[in-house]
């Protein structure tokens, strides 16, 4: 470890074909930012914003909102990117505010995230004000999470527009052109990626929650911990396909869920056509060195026969033979 950080640190994460990769890193807390610059992250690929709301009787207001993103953003400067992702409670995210969600029987399959953001106008809309307030300070991006539909994206991207004109109108300054995007972690998003491509600036991959949904596997229930598995070649088809349609459409594409920081991905993602992955903190180190010994058309073929086995196990055991083979 202290190897890398006297000499490996500063190194770019460039595969030996001469690509460059931009590693960012995925942060909860304001505090984990400098996390990602001591690690020398290309940016905050994923700000989970949670924790805003923990430990609140009523929500957060629009400047606890703000002075949280301009912490980050004021610790990243001004040239690194920071993937600013709306409130996705629910499920395995609890709020505990007041304001409790009801019970559910399929909680996961319920009123969580954005659905309830669309739900709760008035609270959605004070998250993008300090969103868009923060956008001049450096390079902001907003990010919805659990899109399901065309219109779900689309319900969101109005109420950005009324907030943007309500900024207008009042003088407060906001970059105009504050890049969109939207986490594809439900399967219907995964199948309709080529229509919301043309809908927004980029894709961030939620693994976490793609494969729950794609193998019908609850991620935190230990009685399918077996069949929850991102190796499962169902998943790498959906990827796959995802990354196809943001490259056709050309906009950004990146995976934030755990499997980018698992090594035994990085060689099938970059093969598959990510440029961009978004990994824990302390990930970065292991993932970028890997990312340096990777010949990007050697991980094209490897990606491409993974796509064609039968098992999840297969996929495992070949994924593992090639990690071996540039080791
Ligand atoms: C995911 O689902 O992959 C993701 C990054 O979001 P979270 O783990 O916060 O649900
Ligand atoms: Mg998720």
């Given at each position: 470890q202290s190897g890398y950080w006297l000499a490996?640190?500063?190194?770019?994460?460039?595969?030996?074909?001469g690509t460059r990769i931009e590693l960012m890193g995925n942060i909860e807390f304001p505090s984990e930012a400098a996390h990602c610059i001591d690690r020398n992250a290309d940016g905050v690929g994923l700000y989970r914003t949670e924790f805003l709301f923990a430990g609140h009787d009523t929500d957060p207001s629009e400047e606890e909102h703000y002075q949280a993103y301009v912490h980050v953003v004021q610790t990243l400067g001004p040239n690194k990117p920071v993937v600013i992702r709306t409130l996705d409670h629910g499920a395995d995210k609890f709020p505990n505010h007041a304001e409790k969600i009801s019970e559910e029987r399929n909680p996961f399959l319920g009123l969580r995230s954005v659905r309830l953001c669309l739900r709760n106008l008035p609270m959605f809309k004070k998250q993008m004000r300090a969103i868009l307030r923060a956008s001049?300070?450096?390079d902001i991006r907003i990010m919805f999470p659990m899109v399901g539909t065309l219109l779900e994206l689309r319900q969101c991207k109005m109420l950005l527009a009324e907030v943007r004109e309500d900024l207008l109108e009042e003088g407060i300054p906001f970059k105009k052109d504050m890049p969109v995007g939207t986490m594809i972690e439900v399967p219907s998003a995964a199948i309709m990626a080529d229509k919301l491509a043309k809908e927004v600036d980029f894709f961030s991959l939620g693994t976490n929650d793609l494969v729950q949904y794609t193998l019908a596997a609850d991620r935190t229930n230990e009685n399918v911990a077996g069949l929850y598995?991102?190796?499962d070649p169902a998943v790498l088809r959906l990827i796959d396909s995802v990354v196809r349609a943001a490259r056709t459409n050309n906009i950004g594409a990146t995976v934030c869920g755990e499997m980018s920081g698992d090594p035994l991905f990085t060689q099938w993602l970059l093969g598959t056509g990510l440029r961009q992955l978004s990994v824990s903190p302390q990930n970065i180190p292991e993932i970028k060195k890997l990312i340096r010994r990777i010949n990007l058309s050697d991980a094209e073929a490897m990606a491409e026969k993974a796509l064609?086995?039968?098992t999840a196990r297969d996929v495992t055991n070949y994924l593992r033979e090639q990690k071996r083979r540039i080791q």
């Open positions: 490996e640190r500063d190194l770019p994460a460039v595969t030996l074909d001049v300070q450096g598995n991102p190796a064609q086995l039968d």
